[in-house]
């Protein structure tokens, strides 16, 4: 029985990365051994055990056939026969398809180390397009790393959506990567990846968003991409970064919508509707009066929620500076935003309602607000 470190592990060593989770093929290993040995059992679709001590995931050696469309339908085989070689010839990119032994020696039988030299990726075998969710992960590479996408691999990328291959993508798993990918340094390589594979429109029809050879090609797009920047910069969370790139809905139904299909978190689709609704009405807050100001403090849910104000607060900074071009100006709208909450939420409800009748608290309350809002103004 052999283990070697496999995987992203490897790749991000290769590069010079911080790695924090490692995973293990076992070559010649069998489930009564691994038990023996006091690893404990988790796989559901193929044998997977945690070491006794460090918890890490040890799987058996394995290959993949296909038998019917969409990511589950795959047949698995381990066995102590499988070749280490097999087992990583069935992976998505060469990248991820390098092993190292347990003296540290590299395994390499499809030139991931020369790939990453290159900058490029490139798929392992042609069983790649017999799992459509590769697609989205060869997206989210490219903005992880900011590597080109091979031709030929893009062929097979492109010929998987034209046959409807991608049609059998579950909206679950393309919110996984989707979401992951949103969150790298330059999530705007990704939405380029897939809109030269011809997924973009599919997935975001409401957007109105165009790349070309890998850079945005209309306004909307450029607008986008510069928010994100700003995002990355400020180190803004996935549901920020989902209510930016929301905001090109042309409705909050359609944000809905959007949400709804890529299944999306509550969290996100809430912000993002809440972005789309009121960003226009939020940069104008400089110039409102006070009424004007509580009332849009209200809708905003700020009283309840005044963490998720602040991050939508946060999300109109971002969207401005992708308007004006991604430059570190102040925001003016969130201080006075700011002001106007700080001062309306010192307001001591608890005292109104003890010296007032029942019908006249919520009156009294938001006349004290609004008071407190004119006199910080």
């Not at 809708?299 to 401005?320: G, K, Q, T």
């Amino acid at each position: 029985m052999k283990i070697y470190a496999v995987g992203g592990a490897v790749r991000d060593e290769l590069l010079g990365l911080a790695v924090s989770d490692r995973d293990y093929v076992v070559v010649g290993g069998t489930p009564e051994e691994m038990e023996r040995l006091g690893y404990r059992p988790v796989g559901k679709d193929f044998p997977v055990f945690l070491h006794p001590e460090t918890h890490e995931e040890y799987a058996l050696a394995r290959t993949e056939r296909k038998i019917a469309r969409g990511y589950r339908g795959f047949q698995i085989h381990a066995a102590p026969d499988v070749t280490l070689e097999q087992d990583l010839e069935r992976r998505d990119l060469t990248i991820n398809a390098m092993a190292r032994d347990e003296d540290g020696r590299l395994v390499d039988p499809f030139g991931g180390a020369a790939d990453l030299e290159r900058g490029q990726l490139r798929h392992v075998s042609p069983a790649f397009v017999e799992d459509p969710v590769r697609i989205l992960r060869v997206a989210r590479f490219a903005a992880r790393f900011g590597f080109a996408v091979a031709p030929e691999t893009m062929t097979l990328i492109r010929a998987m959506v034209a046959n409807g291959e991608a049609d059998a993508l579950v909206p679950e798993r393309v919110w996984q990567e989707f979401s992951r990918g949103l969150m790298e340094g330059e999530p705007a390589l990704m939405f380029a990846v897939l809109a030269e594979a011809g997924l973009f429109e599919k997935l975001l029809p409401e957007l109105g968003l165009t790349f070309e050879r890998g850079r945005p090609a209309n306004d909307a797009s450029r607008r986008l991409v510069r928010s994100l920047e700003c995002a990355a910069a400020e180190r803004l969370g996935l549901a920020a970064r989902f209510a930016l790139l929301a905001l090109g809905a042309p409705s909050p139904e359609a944000v809905n919508t959007l949400s709804e299909r890529l299944k999306a978190s509550g969290e996100c689709g809430d912000l993002a509707v809440l972005a789309q609704r009121y960003a226009d009405a939020l940069r104008r807050a400089p110039s409102l009066g006070a009424a004007e100001l509580l009332g849009l403090l209200e809708r905003c849910d700020a009283f309840r929620r005044p963490e998720r104000f602040d991050e939508l607060l946060a999300v109109c900074a971002c969207a401005d500076r992708g308007d004006r071009g991604w430059v570190p100006i102040p925001y003016p709208p969130r201080a006075a935003l700011r002001r106007a909450l700080a001062a309306a939420a010192g307001v001591d409800a608890a005292a109104i309602a003890s010296r007032s009748e029942k019908s006249e608290i919520a009156a009294g309350v938001r006349s004290a607000r609004l008071a407190a809002i004119e006199k910080s103004a």
